[in-house]
């Protein structure tokens, strides 16, 4: 199943260092992680902070691949919509709009909850077992959240 995987974090360093240990270990047990984006929180507007895509992403198709950069783009704007403006065209296929505007509304409800100088990891995943990824992000003080990316 794939799910978009957030995380809220207050402390950047604590949301960088998970985000580099997942990046380090894109597949475990089942588990795949396509991108991860960390989107902060800067003077009220969202900002891009760093992204990953996994070497998996192009075995897999650039569709499901290009889900986070374009929710990310919504979030952030123009400059977010530069970058995952071509995954946004690349979602447009019929039938999967509705899915899109889905996801995009939850993670932009989401979105609304960050403050001032929060963190937000955001990744696509494909996991059978969501105790996997949760185990790896037990250490971090964050709550992990998914929503259907199907």
């Given at each position: 199943m794939y799910n978009i995987v957030g995380a809220l974090f207050n402390n950047e360093s604590e949301a960088r260092e998970a985000m580099a240990a997942l990046s380090e270990n894109p597949q475990i047990n089942?588990?795949?992680?396509?991108?991860?984006?960390?989107?902060?929180?800067?003077?009220?507007?969202?900002k891009l902070c760093d992204n990953f895509?996994?070497?998996y992403l192009k075995s897999n198709g650039a569709v499901k691949g290009g889900l986070v950069g374009g929710?990310?783009?919504i979030l952030t704007g123009p400059v977010g919509l530069l970058l995952g403006g071509?995954?946004?065209?690349?979602?447009?296929k019929a039938g999967e709009e509705d899915k899109k505007d889905e996801s995009a509304a939850l993670i932009e409800q989401a979105a609304q909850k960050l403050e001032e100088g929060d963190i937000a990891l955001i990744a696509l995943?494909?996991?059978n077992d969501e105790s996997i990824l949760d185990h790896a992000m037990?250490?971090?003080n964050t709550v992990v959240v998914r929503y259907d990316a199907e």
């Open positions: 089942g588990t795949t992680i396509y991108q991860i984006s960390l989107v902060k929180r800067k003077e009220g507007v969202l895509s996994s070497e929710l990310i783009g071509a995954a946004g065209a690349l979602l447009g995943v494909e996991e037990v250490k971090y």
